[in-house]
């Protein structure tokens, strides 16, 4: 039986307003994105055959350049704030129609048709119309990748269109900058403008499923990594970035789901995409050596420096951005679950970077505490990460992702404590950041304590020992750990000053309180009882 011929769906790019550009690139394998990247000079190769860019102006994403149409769907819906930012239908249109414009100017453009969600119960389908063959090689990376049958009648239900090169008038379109993202739950339309940034298009989609799945179908959606082990005991990885998320469920002796994006049905979970996006700053083959051997043909990396005279990686060289990243499809990781489908998680970690170095390496959370830290997203920032940074500083984002959360956390995190209970699920707080005393004067918490402190919980080791609370946040601590020094567990006991370390918990448990105010009324009592107590 021969292969069906896929055919490019010009009727629907022009009924969506497109004037068929002279070359429509469609649907092309990540070898011929490569060639179009080389011929158009949008990239170099390294010495392993990886794709290797510079996403210009942004080297991460604009989050006070994202917008929502606010509509007859969205007014009362959207829990609108500093990162669920409205602007009006007319304004999209002005943007919608610019894009189109722009598009229909360039001698070609690239056209991708795929789909997010693994579960084929909520699968979206998705066109992806870009200004770049990197973005759309990112893409192919990315989404999930429908077979030739299936384009056959493939039926876009959401449409991205990608222009980088296109700078926006901002106040003619009602944007802040010459840049913007802007999605439509009415027209079912992301468009992208200004910026390179490719991590711009996965965010979009994650923020429609974010908003759709948990109304439409009670699917939580999660920013989180997940992984499953020989048993089928599935695990989730909550954490901002920097706090090892990626690099902790990356595991050889596990089966990687998905390393950022998840949805939590009521059969159990499934990666909302098909590939990785990772960090790639002080990579090295025997710190991650997973993540190290994915950067291959067909991947794309993003913001790095090579060594002088060589097309070798530096992957300590931040000197573009620290936010330096690698795509690929989850292929490209050699334990990855095909399809990435798990069972009902059995723990969950929260992982904090806690630059105080206050809080313990680990601690068993009750479900009113596991909401309460959903709800805050705790993490600390050091210095030299970012400009002006001279000592640590405390960062909370709501459901550990807030620039991706279009409904209000405390719905997020209603439907977590739920689950968490109907299923028995055991929640951690692991903490990959400082002990005995904060950024400057304590020490980082090493990789391999942290991964015994996992392998410990995963094993139900820590199902077996005693445990204290900690006096400020009520928090589980266990008095001993296979394979971690006891003198680690408890924070107070790591300081040269216990009364210091008393003060600075305070001091934390109080910008925890401050920080949640602001969801106080829309929370249940227990989670409210469920923070630190000065």
């Known amino acids: ?10 009727d629907k790019l022009i009924k969506l307003g497109l004037r068929v550009a ?4 469609y649907q092309l394998a990540p070898d011929e994105l490569v060639e179009d990247c080389l011929r158009k000079n949008e990239g170099v190769l390294n010495d392993t055959g990886a794709l290797v860019i510079q996403t210009g102006e942004f080297t991460g994403r604009s989050p006070k350049d994202r917008f929502i149409v606010r509509d007859e769907i969205t007014t009362s819906t959207i829990h609108w704030n500093d990162f669920n930012q409205a602007i009006e239908e007319k304004y999209f249109d002005i943007i919608f129609r610019k894009t189109i414009d722009y598009l229909n100017a360039l001698p070609e453009i690239w056209v991708r048709d795929c789909y997010a969600c693994a579960d084929s119960q909520y699968r979206m389908n998705i066109r992806i119309i870009n200004e770049t063959p990197s973005m759309n090689l990112f893409a192919y990376n990315m989404f999930l990748r429908p077979t030739d049958e299936e384009l056959e009648t493939f039926d876009a239900d959401w449409k991205i269109l990608s222009a980088p090169g296109l700078k926006l008038n901002a106040a003619e379109c009602g944007t802040k900058n010459q840049n913007a993202v802007i999605i439509s739950f009415t027209k079912k339309i992301v468009l992208l403008a200004g910026t390179g940034y490719t991590g711009e298009i996965k965010k979009a989609v994650f923020s429609i499923l974010n908003y759709i799945l948990p109304q439409q179908e009670n699917v939580l959606g999660m920013h989180c990594a997940a992984n499953i082990g020989a048993n089928g005991d599935a695990a989730l990885f909550f954490g901002l970035s920097g706090t090892g998320k ?3 469920s990356t595991d050889c002796s ?3 789901i998905g390393d950022d994006e998840h949805g939590w049905t009521d059969n159990g979970i499934f990666n909302f995409e098909g590939g990785c996006y990772a960090k790639c700053i002080h990579l090295s083959a025997e710190s991650e050596p997973e993540i190290f051997r994915a950067i291959r043909p067909g991947a794309l990396v993003e913001n790095v420096r090579f060594f002088s005279n060589t097309n070798k990686i530096n992957f300590d060289d931040g000197s573009v951005t620290e936010n330096t990243r690698v795509s690929y499809p989850l292929t490209h990781i050699n334990h990855a679950m095909i399809p990435s489908i798990g069972d009902m998680p059995e723990n969950i970690f929260f992982l904090t970077c806690d630059a105080y170095g206050i809080l313990p390496p680990v601690a068993r959370l009750t479900p009113g505490q596991a909401m309460y830290q959903f709800i805050s997203g705790y993490t600390a920032k050091v210095a030299g990460t970012e400009t002006g940074i001279t000592e640590p500083k405390s960062t909370f984002s709501a459901c550990f992702g807030a620039p991706f959360m279009p409904l209000h956390p405390g719905k997020y ?3 977590l404590g739920q689950k968490i209970r109907e299923n028995r699920v055991k929640v951690w707080l692991i903490n990959t950041g400082w002990s005995g005393g904060p950024y400057g004067v304590g020490t980082r918490i090493k990789l391999s304590i942290t991964r015994s402190i996992i392998n410990a919980v995963l094993a139900g080791s820590l199902d077996k020992v005693e445990y204290e609370k900690h006096p400020i946040f009520g928090i589980a601590i266990p008095k001993s750990c296979p394979n971690v020094p006891s003198g ?6 790591t300081w040269s000053d216990s009364s210091e370390y008393d003060q600075k918990a305070r001091l934390l448990a109080a910008r925890f309180i401050e920080n949640f105010k ?5 929370v249940s009592e227990e989670i409210l009882a469920s923070g630190p107590k000065l």
């Open 1 to 10: 039986m021969s292969a069906p011929v896929i055919t490019i769906p010009l």
């Open 22 to 25: 002279d070359t429509i690139r």
């Open 246 to 248: 990626t690099t902790l």
């Open 254 to 256: 596990r089966k990687l």
């Open 413 to 415: 995190a209603a439907m």
């Open 488 to 493: 680690i567990l408890d924070p107070r006991n």
């Open 518 to 522: 602001k969801y106080e009324s829309a």
